[in-house]
């Protein structure tokens, strides 16, 4: 004898897609957001010995460099709807001390801990990059790295 009801049970699969939805739109926001701050128009130069990105370094900062040498904002970073570029190395130092006091107000900490990659156009002068540089590390930035494109050894 029985108990109980002999209809068919079938598991209810709307949560679950919900789920897988909302994961693919989390995914593909979290991308356009990377992709956002790497410009395209910015030609790496190629080295034969580069390091890999550290994937451990949480809080990184990315400043793309023209053959210009100006700073390219990507539309996250800017702070003005109509401001694209910073085009003078006192402009990223007034802009990276902003960004540095924010930081520095939010971890409690007396030094911006971020690591800021440097994205600069193969054609740019070191004339023209030197200046960002020293800009940035003039409001506190000690952690700095250059991006590169490694350059297979065998030609």
């Given amino acids: 004898?029985?108990?109980g009801n002999t209809d068919r049970c079938e598991p209810n699969m709307t949560p679950l897609l919900d789920l897988v939805l909302q994961l693919v739109m989390f995914f593909m926001i979290v991308t356009n957001f990377v992709m956002d701050e790497t410009a395209v128009e910015i030609k790496l130069p190629e080295a034969i010995s580069a390091k890999a990105l550290d994937r451990t370094?949480?809080?990184?900062?990315?400043?793309?460099?023209n053959e210009k040498g100006q700073v390219l904002?990507?539309?996250?970073?800017?702070?003005?709807?109509?401001?694209?570029?910073?085009?003078?190395?006192v402009q990223v130092e007034n802009y990276m001390k902003r960004r540095a006091a924010v930081e520095m107000r939010a971890s409690g900490k007396k030094q911006p801990?971020?690591?800021?990659?440097?994205?600069?156009?193969k054609e740019a002068t070191f004339g023209a990059t030197y200046p960002i540089m020293k800009a940035c590390r003039l409001?506190?930035?000690?952690?700095?790295?250059?991006?590169?494109?490694?350059?297979s050894g065998k030609e």
Avoid: C, W
């Fill in 1 to 3: 004898m029985p108990h």
């Fill in 57 to 65: 370094v949480l809080d990184t900062v990315f400043l793309n460099v």
């Fill in 73 to 89: 904002l990507a539309p996250s970073q800017r702070e003005k709807e109509d401001q694209s570029t910073l085009d003078n190395p």
């Fill in 113 to 121: 801990q971020a690591t800021l990659i440097l994205r600069v156009h």
């Fill in 139 to 151: 409001a506190g930035y000690v952690n700095v790295q250059l991006r590169v494109i490694r350059k």
